[in-house]
């Protein structure tokens, strides 16, 4: 009654003798202030509280299990798994269940509890069973390892591209001032129009790529999420559209680039918890699937990876061709990073479009739950209120935006976009037509320097 009028909260110490008195103390203090008083009461934890678990959202109570991070998984999550490895990722039971599993002809049948953990997610595939990252100070080195070395052989691969074409258009002046082709210029013949061709054209569309997806993430993060602060200023507008056409450039996954995002507890619907385990700090975060973690992870990368995929396997190959050709081991390893990134992301792309297919059925999975349509992208937006309706509509936005219909998906129409399409038949075309065009032109100079040759005879009888 004493406190002065503009205080609105007050933070105060309790010491006990002991960790059961400080918890009886602490419950009786929750418990009786309110009611006596009618002030709300909040536990702080001190700074230096050891094995500490701060819970942002715990479960909801409408059978909704895909939002939910129960205390009884809180209690046993694992921070090593087989071969003493720190785990970074787990699948934990939501309610209680019967598992079968196969095994070796022998089936086993596992009773289950509420909250427990199976660091091998391929171990059981349940409904019963939602998916945890733990998101440490370990993996969030080898998370920027991983991020710098694909950003390396990206750059690499683009500079090798341009010194490569430089090399087959190059030409030596001679004595008599005029220009003699290189060995490459001469030994790549009429193939280094078609790599220009293929290398400019690809390099665009990628190039264009970027840029419409970095244009859907600011409008996302800016007028909707309201993640990205309003820029003022064009230079910091510049400097931070940049870097996002940038990060996709290099693929950089979600999670990296959206860090702050993914950490922060208020968010609509999806579980997450400050851990201090260990003597070390670390986040869990939770998601309905691993499908749906991967696909968020590497969100719009399947509109990307067509054109990365095409413009690597041609180019490297040209590449490979023509140091064989010369045989050239310097003109080989231009085609070096090709060579070790082509693979890496063809295993990538394929993984990311049956991760998607699955996905999408968990999404109609939930859309029949909440009692909402996934046939209809239009009603479905029309009628969701609750922030679990307004979270499905914006994952279905934001990963199957050209499907109206969610029952209608096609992993063959998924893996490109009718663009891609689109520019591969004009590169085509373009690729014919200057191979018809070097051919005309050299017949019609074969003609010419044959009518030169005649007038030169009569010239010559004269």
């Not at 006990?16 to 008195?21: F, K, L, N, P, V």
């Not at 809180?74 to 309610?95: M, S, T, W």
Request: aromatic share 12%; with cysteine; proline share 4%.
């Amino acid at each position: 009654e004493d406190l002065p009028g503009f205080l609105k909260s007050l933070t105060f110490k309790v010491t006990c003798a002991g960790s059961d008195a400080a918890i009886a103390t602490r419950q009786k203090i929750i418990d009786e202030f309110p009611k006596e008083t009618g002030v709300a009461v909040e536990f702080l934890p001190g700074a230096f509280t050891q094995d500490l678990v701060v819970n942002f959202r715990t479960e909801f109570n409408d059978g909704k299990k895909w939002l939910q991070m129960p205390v009884e998984m809180l209690e046993k999550f694992p921070l090593y798994g087989r071969k003493d490895e720190i785990v970074d990722q787990f699948e934990f039971a939501c309610e209680p269940a019967e598992l079968l599993h196969p095994g070796n002809g022998k089936p086993c049948v596992y009773s289950q509890e509420k909250g427990d953990c199976y660091p091998n997610i391929n171990a059981w595939e349940d409904p019963t069973h939602s998916y945890a990252r733990l998101i440490t100070v370990n993996w969030w080195f080898k998370t920027l390892f991983s991020v710098l070395s694909n950003a390396a052989l990206t750059y690499s691969d683009l500079y090798s591209n341009f010194i490569f074409a430089a090399g087959l258009f190059a030409a030596a002046p001679s004595h008599h001032g005029e220009s003699i082709p290189t060995e490459a210029n001469a030994i790549a013949g009429d193939y280094k129009y078609n790599f220009l061709i293929t290398f400019v054209g690809l390099e665009l569309y990628n190039v264009w790529q970027c840029i419409q997806q970095a244009q859907i993430e600011w409008d996302l993060s800016q007028n909707h999420a309201g993640d990205l602060l309003k820029v003022k200023s064009a230079g910091q507008r510049f400097k931070t559209f940049l870097a996002m056409w940038t990060f996709n450039f290099v693929q950089v996954p979600t999670i990296a680039k959206n860090l702050v995002v993914t950490l922060h507890p208020q968010t609509n619907v999806q579980g997450k918890a400050a851990v201090k385990a260990n003597g070390a700090r670390m986040w869990l975060v939770g998601w309905a699937s691993e499908e749906q973690y991967r696909c968020d992870d590497q969100a719009s990368l399947h509109k990307l990876f067509p054109g990365i995929l095409l413009s690597r396997f041609a180019l490297t190959a040209i590449k490979i061709y023509l140091a064989h050709r010369m045989g050239n081991l310097e003109n080989l390893f231009l085609a070096a990073s090709g060579i070790v990134l082509w693979p890496m992301q063809m295993w990538a792309f394929i993984k990311l479009l049956r991760d998607r297919d699955g996905y999408r059925a968990l999404l109609v999975k939930q859309a029949t739950t909440l009692g909402l349509d996934p046939t209809s992208l239009t009603r479905t937006e029309e009628r969701a209120r609750s922030p679990e309706e307004r979270g499905l509509v914006k994952n279905w936005k934001m990963h199957f935006e050209h499907y109206e219909d969610l029952e209608q998906f096609s992993r063959a129409k998924d893996a490109a976009a009718k663009s891609f399409w689109v520019v591969l038949g004009i590169l085509t075309a373009c690729n014919f037509g200057m191979d018809i065009f070097l051919f005309i032109y050299r017949a019609l100079s074969d003609v010419h320097e044959k009518h030169v040759q005649v007038q030169s005879q009569d010239g010559v009888q004269i």
